[in-house]
């Protein structure tokens, strides 16, 4: 990971490239990737009950739910700054702290949202997915905030959708994929604002695989078979509460190492203290 020669590193700051690193390089949490496996052959029947212009839709809806229901006030005050901007260029140990807090919420609620839909079994797994859906996106979206980021242009959707895609993989391919397309997406960024030349030329060869791959089909593709492929269980009664809480705390709970990494890493590059990790 290049290091710029702009600005000097913290202790504290180096340590969380080192962890942005490894978190590129990490596989798959080893809970969905059995859930990929063991429940594979249902992806075929998965597509045919919720065909992507559904999910599709969901997507949309759920994004747009996420940004209405985004607050900023609390992270403002716990801050102590006036604006979210401020957060850009203001420490990133503080604002690891209140994504960590913004994180751990967000857990708890997908369990407890998960375990009261699992309980009704195929019914509330129609619920389940639309609901899981806005808590996803709102949790990417305040933990942007933490590091400075609100969501105001298609660039900033689109790193949102990547955040999505990335989070959602259940093999390295996959990831590897989502992750070309998330770094694609912060050089049009860098390009858009005019900042990080050096940034820019060191990127130039954008996996062509991740360009083929529209960034809303590929966040599509991951919450509509992935998401669903993993829930499949929680429409047996019996235990539709148990597999609801626990896939959907897993699954926040990737969500938001993910965001957290993308964000540090776009704060990083934003304020010149690396080239790339």
């Given amino acids: 990971h290049p290091i710029s020669r702009s600005m000097r590193l913290t202790r504290y700051e180096r340590n969380q490239i080192?962890?942005?690193s490894h978190w590129k390089a990490d596989k798959p949490s080893l809970f969905f990737r059995t859930f990929g496996v063991v429940l594979s052959p249902a992806t075929r029947i998965i597509n045919k009950i919720v065909p992507e212009a559904a999910v599709?839709?969901?997507?949309?809806?759920?994004?747009?739910a996420a940004g209405w229901l985004t607050d900023t006030h609390?992270?403002?005050?716990?801050?102590?700054?006036?604006?979210?901007r401020d957060l850009r260029t203001h420490d990133l140990e503080v604002s690891d702290t209140l994504a960590d807090e913004v994180h751990n919420w967000a857990i708890g609620l997908a369990s407890a949202e998960g375990f009261a839909t699992g309980a009704t079994g195929l019914p509330g797994l129609a619920l389940d997915i639309p609901a899981i859906a806005v808590l996803a996106l709102r949790t990417i979206h305040k933990i942007g905030v933490c590091y400075g980021f609100e969501v105001k242009t298609?660039?900033?959707?689109?790193?949102?959708?990547?955040i999505l895609a990335v989070s959602g993989a259940n093999e390295m391919g996959e990831k590897v994929v989502a992750l070309t397309t998330l770094r694609t997406v912060e050089v049009a960024i860098?390009?858009?604002?005019?900042?990080?030349?050096?940034?820019?030329?060191?990127?130039?060869?954008i996996g062509q695989e991740a360009g083929s791959i529209g960034i809303k089909g590929l966040a599509t593709r991951q919450l509509g078979i992935n998401l669903t492929k993993r829930k499949i269980l929680q429409a047996i009664p019996a235990v539709g509460a148990l597999v609801g809480a626990t896939v959907n705390g897993w699954y926040i709970k990737e969500i938001g190492w993910t965001a957290r990494r993308a964000f540090q890493e776009r704060w990083l590059l934003e304020n010149r203290k690396v080239i790339e990790i």
């Avoid at 298609?154 to 990547?162: C, E, S, V």
């Fill in 190 to 205: 860098a390009k858009q604002t005019g900042k990080h030349r050096g940034q820019i030329a060191a990127t130039q060869e």
């Fill in 18 to 20: 080192a962890a942005i």
């Fill in 154 to 162: 298609k660039q900033d959707n689109d790193f949102i959708l990547a």
């Fill in 74 to 84: 609390d992270i403002l005050r716990d801050a102590g700054v006036f604006s979210v």
């Fill in 56 to 64: 599709r839709v969901v997507l949309d809806f759920s994004s747009s």
